[in-house]
């Protein structure tokens, strides 16, 4: 569409209101399109608000169903320790009782010898005290020289128990429980200047995704002719070197990162040359003068 301006009472086509016209129904058209993602942005927004109380009292759910499971846990092992106090307290009750079962019968025995030998030097006629006197002094000896071989006079178990509760662990778990964020970690990086690769081995390095929570990683290599990829690797360490690959091959190594919440997106890979021919150490022989 054209426009005309009059000028000195006649009208001339004006090109430039023509690309003016052009050009802004052009960026309008632009502009109603960001509106109107804008416009389903908000909508989304609004439903996404709409869900938080739901999801509110659902996650408190979980969370007191959580602190529940570990009350409970708190009581039964307080069941089970009270329960191993109770056993010990019936050894100690046994150990102490028997003890003093046999403590109190070597007593008496012993209580008997003696009432028989007051009651032998109460006799009164020489001869009849001289016929047992010699048996009887050697009992009496044998009975005293045996007395602490026969008993013990220290109590086998202590009344006390020497045993301490160590709840510092638990409490400070418990001090220290918290929520942590359910995310899996971004997409670590192999760093080429740090991989190298040296007769038929080759060494991968990498880092993690910056501030990403990383668990283990996984590097992955394939059969050094574009075939699949195996898993070489799996650990905390973020340098590897893998041995007794093939000479002349290229390699191709990928790496990704785990922790509780999932994995990453594999890495970019990066491609490694093992050497044509394994490297001999040269061992030259001189003559002798």
Same mark, same amino acid.
């Given at each position: 569409?054209?426009?005309?301006?009059?000028?000195?009472?006649?009208?001339?086509?004006?090109?430039?209101?023509?690309?003016?016209?052009?050009?802004?129904?052009?960026?309008?058209?632009?502009?109603?399109?960001?509106?109107? *993602?804008?416009?389903?942005?908000?909508?989304?927004?609004?439903?996404? *608000?709409?869900?938080?109380?739901?999801?509110?009292?659902?996650?408190?759910?979980?969370?007191?169903?959580?602190?529940?499971?570990?009350?409970?846990?708190?009581?039964?092992?307080?069941?089970?320790?009270?329960?191993?106090?109770?056993?010990?307290?019936?050894?100690?009750?046994?150990?102490?009782?028997?003890?003093? $079962? $046999?403590?109190?019968? $070597?007593?008496?025995?012993?209580?008997?010898?003696?009432?028989?030998?007051?009651?032998?030097?109460?006799?009164?006629?020489?001869?009849?005290?001289?016929?047992?006197?010699?048996?009887?002094?050697?009992?009496?000896?044998?009975?005293?020289?045996?007395?602490?071989?026969?008993?013990?006079?220290?109590?086998?178990?202590?009344?006390?128990?020497?045993?301490?509760?160590?709840?510092?662990?638990?409490?400070?778990?418990?001090?220290?429980?918290?929520?942590?964020?359910?995310?899996?970690?971004?997409?670590?990086?192999?760093?080429?200047?740090?991989?190298?690769?040296?007769?038929?081995?080759?060494?991968?390095?990498?880092?993690?995704?910056?501030?990403?929570?990383?668990?283990?990683?996984?590097?992955?290599?394939?059969? !050094?002719?574009? !075939?699949?990829?195996?898993?070489?690797?799996? !650990?905390?360490?973020?340098?590897?070197?893998?041995?007794?690959?093939?000479?002349?091959?290229?390699?191709?190594?990928?790496?990704?990162?785990?922790?509780?919440?999932?994995?990453?997106?594999?890495?970019?890979?990066?491609?490694?040359? *093992?050497?044509?021919?394994?490297?001999?150490?040269?061992?030259?022989?001189?003559?002798?003068?």
């Amino acid at each position: 569409m054209y426009r005309f301006r009059k000028r000195y009472n006649s009208y001339v086509l004006c090109s430039e209101d023509v690309y003016h016209e052009t050009d802004l129904s052009q960026t309008l058209q632009a502009l109603s399109e960001k509106a109107k *993602t804008e416009t389903e942005f908000i909508q989304k927004l609004k439903a996404m *608000t709409e869900r938080i109380p739901a999801n509110s009292v659902e996650f408190e759910s979980v969370v007191v169903a959580q602190c529940d499971a570990l009350i409970e846990a708190i009581h039964q092992r307080k069941q089970e320790l009270l329960d191993f106090v109770s056993a010990e307290r019936d050894m100690k009750v046994k150990i102490l009782k028997d003890q003093a $079962h $046999h403590c109190t019968s $070597h007593l008496q025995k012993t209580t008997s010898l003696l009432y028989f030998c007051v009651e032998v030097l109460k006799e009164a006629d020489p001869a009849s005290f001289l016929q047992i006197s010699s048996s009887l002094l050697n009992r009496v000896n044998t009975v005293d020289q045996n007395f602490f071989k026969e008993i013990e006079l220290v109590p086998r178990v202590s009344p006390e128990f020497e045993l301490t509760l160590d709840n510092t662990p638990v409490v400070h778990a418990i001090q220290t429980l918290n929520f942590f964020q359910m995310k899996a970690p971004g997409q670590p990086t192999i760093l080429p200047e740090e991989c190298s690769a040296e007769n038929n081995s080759v060494t991968i390095a990498w880092q993690p995704y910056p501030g990403s929570v990383v668990d283990a990683y996984t590097l992955e290599l394939d059969d !050094g002719n574009g !075939g699949n990829f195996r898993v070489v690797y799996i !650990g905390p360490e973020m340098m590897c070197t893998v041995d007794g690959l093939h000479f002349n091959s290229i390699y191709n190594a990928r790496v990704r990162s785990q922790n509780h919440a999932g994995e990453s997106e594999y890495s970019e890979l990066v491609s490694l040359q *093992t050497a044509e021919v394994r490297l001999r150490k040269l061992i030259i022989l001189y003559p002798a003068c």
